[in-house]
């Protein structure tokens, strides 16, 4: 393992695709991203690793408001995670009216954009293909 520079502060990160780092005869087990708004691109970057059903479950950070600002409409994400046989799952983390939240993705997409804070609405989506 690598030692982290602790002094550094700011700088340049290269980005790399999952695809081309992960083995292909990988089993994942779990895979979580919390990419602040970024999980539509990271899994992008998955759709080999996805498409061999390797993943078994995923731990999601979804948080409408900051896929938007990173140039992403959350919607993609919900779209790709059912494209690759994903059935996901609200964490529940979050408190905002949590008896009332609807169960069908698109309307907690947008229950989420809804929510009136500084950062608008976020939680965590558990995610699971039961074929794999």
Same mark, same amino acid.
């Given at each position: 393992?690598?030692?982290?520079?602790?002094?550094?502060?700011? !700088?340049?990160?290269?980005?790399?695709?999952?695809?081309?780092?992960?083995? *292909?005869? *990988? /089993?994942?087990?779990?895979? /979580?991203?919390?990419?602040? !708004?970024?999980? #539509?691109?990271?899994?992008? %970057?998955?759709?080999?690793?996805? *498409?061999? *059903? /390797?993943?078994?479950?995923?731990?999601?950070? #979804? +948080?409408?408001? %900051?896929?938007?600002?990173?140039?992403?409409?959350?919607?993609?994400? @919900?779209?790709? @995670?059912?494209?690759? %046989?994903?059935?996901?799952?609200?964490?529940?983390?979050?408190?905002?009216?949590? +008896? %009332?939240?609807?169960?069908?993705?698109?309307?907690?997409?947008? #229950? @989420?954009? !809804?929510? /009136?804070?500084?950062?608008? !609405? +976020?939680?965590? @989506?558990?995610?699971?293909?039961?074929?794999?």
């Amino acid at each position: 393992m690598s030692q982290v520079n602790q002094n550094i502060t700011s !700088g340049d990160i290269p980005l790399v695709r999952l695809d081309d780092v992960v083995p *292909a005869d *990988a /089993k994942i087990y779990v895979l /979580k991203s919390d990419t602040q !708004g970024h999980e #539509f691109g990271v899994l992008s %970057g998955a759709r080999q690793l996805l *498409a061999r *059903a /390797k993943v078994h479950v995923m731990m999601l950070e #979804f +948080w409408p408001q %900051g896929a938007l600002e990173n140039g992403f409409d959350s919607k993609n994400l @919900l779209d790709l @995670l059912h494209e690759y %046989g994903f059935f996901c799952f609200d964490g529940g983390y979050t408190v905002y009216n949590y +008896w %009332g939240r609807p169960r069908v993705p698109y309307a907690f997409n947008d #229950f @989420l954009k !809804g929510v /009136k804070t500084p950062l608008g !609405g +976020w939680d965590d @989506l558990v995610c699971s293909r039961f074929d794999s």
